[in-house]
Every structure is written in structure tokens, then in C-alpha cells.
């Protein structure tokens, strides 16, 4: 059964138009991360929370935010998306920080597509 | 910062042939871990690696992380054509961001049946 749950699977939106992609996790982890994933691109981590703790990396773009009302639902925005944003966004979980307990699961993933 | 170097880029292999695959860092990482990536889906757990020396099989799949902490492989015996996709090594090291994954470039697999 899925763990980290990826909705949708693919989309499709406008120039400018906000959009929102959406995680859920059946595995009550603890870290939620938001990962930009370009064609033969290894993923570039966006930010991530820990619990409520917001934690953005210094080159993420402004356009991009993020939203985690609760333990198993994490959310990005993307405020006006370019035609460079068109990627693949992947979700990842984890327990916590350290790995040597348990590693991140990745979701399947949301290819996002701009006309 | 801490960069990860994977080799090769590519490899185009015939069916039954062995794989071997390597990331190398810049510094020392705590963690290594192996992912597979195939097309339109997320990166899937492989291996995991935890200790200095250790030697780990999942199938026909083998992973080492190295003595040196800074270098780690992976091997595939005897490839099928399912092992077709991307494999990404990825790395945590002491004292970095926090749960911040360092991820080698990936090595896209292609396998001739």
C-alpha cells in the first residue's frame, strides 16, 4: 500500500496561474519534504517541515511556498509558475533527521506541465 | 559544500551482464543510500548503508559503503530488463542540513534483451 500519496499524478496549468500540489503519509513521519525534479535531474530539495518547523533552502525561489495544516498532509504552492517550473515534484518522508533509522520514502511524484 | 560525483552517466548493457555503479564525496557521509527511479514515478529505496565497511545484498543487488566513509557502490548481478531505470546514490552527512539528502547525478541503466 502507498505511504506517501502524490495528487495528482499530473498537471496541467497556466502561465501565471497558481497552482497547488498536494502530499498525504500514512506513516506518521515527522519530516515532510518538497523536492523539484527536472528531466535526467537528480531532485533538488525546495524546503521541508519538520512537524510544524518550517525550513526553507536559501535557493528556493519565492514563488514557491508550502503549507502543512497537519501530521499527514503537506502542501505546494506555486504562486505564478513559469515555464521553467515545469518539473516533477516529488514528496519524501521520514521518521526524523537521522537516517540510520529509518531513510526518506519518496511518493510517485506530480509532473507538472505550463502552457 | 558537500558534492557527491556518481559514475558512469549511462550504461547500455546486455541482458545477464553485471553492473557496477559508484558515487564519491568530497567529504565524509554517516549515511548512504541507493534509490531506483524509473519513468513518471518517485525514487524507491534499494539499499541502505549505515556503517563503514558494510556490505549489503538485496536480491541481486549489492551495495558497500566504503571503508573511507567518502565513497560508496552498488552492483547488479546478472541484469534483466526491468532493471531498466535511473539509480540515484544519495548521502547524509555529519553535521549538515538538517535531513538534507546529498544526491549523486544518477546513472541511467539500459538493458539489451
Known amino acids: 500500500d502507498a505511504m506517501v500519496i502524490q495528487n495528482p499524478r499530473y498537471q496541467v496549468t497556466q502561465f501565471g496561474k497558481p497552482v497547488t500540489l498536494s502530499c498525504s503519509q500514512t506513516?506518521?513521519?515527522?519530516?515532510m519534504y518538497w523536492y523539484q525534479q527536472k528531466s535526467s535531474q537528480a531532485p533538488k530539495l525546495l524546503f521541508h517541515?519538520?512537524?510544524?518547523?518550517?525550513?526553507n533552502e536559501a535557493d528556493t525561489p519565492d514563488n514557491f511556498q508550502s503549507r502543512r495544516p497537519n501530521t499527514s498532509f503537506c502542501f505546494l504552492d506555486i504562486r505564478s509558475p513559469g515555464l521553467g517550473d515545469a518539473a516533477m515534484y516529488l514528496c519524501?518522508?521520514?521518521?526524523?533527521?537521522?537516517?540510520?533509522?529509518?531513510?526518506?520514502?519518496f511518493g510517485d511524484g506530480t509532473r507538472l506541465s505550463i502552457l | 559544500g558537500q558534492q557527491l560525483n556518481q559514475s558512469p552517466q549511462s550504461m547500455f548493457i546486455q541482458e545477464g551482464e553485471d553492473v557496477s555503479m559508484n558515487c564519491t564525496s568530497s567529504?565524509?557521509?554517516?549515511?548512504w543510500l541507493w534509490y531506483k527511479q524509473e519513468p513518471g514515478e518517485g525514487p524507491v529505496l534499494l539499499i541502505a548503508?549505515?556503517?563503514?565497511?558494510e556490505l549489503t545484498s538485496n536480491g541481486r543487488l549489492t551495495a558497500q559503503f566504503g571503508i573511507t566513509r567518502k565513497d560508496s557502490f552498488l552492483n547488479i548481478s546478472a541484469s534483466i530488463p526491468s532493471d531498466v531505470g535511473i539509480y540515484f546514490c544519495?548521502?547524509?552527512?555529519?553535521?549538515?542540513?538538517?535531513?538534507?539528502?546529498?544526491f549523486g547525478k544518477g546513472t541511467k541503466l539500459s538493458v539489451k534483451p
Open positions: 519524501a518522508t521520514s521518521r526524523d533527521f537521522d537516517f540510520s533509522n529509518q531513510p526518506q520514502h
Open positions: 506513516l506518521n513521519h515527522n519530516v
Open positions: 517541515y519538520y512537524d510544524k518547523d518550517f525550513n
Open positions: 567529504s565524509i557521509f554517516n549515511t
Open positions: 548503508l549505515y556503517k563503514a565497511g
Open positions: 544519495a548521502g547524509q552527512g555529519y553535521g549538515g542540513s538538517q535531513g538534507n539528502l546529498i
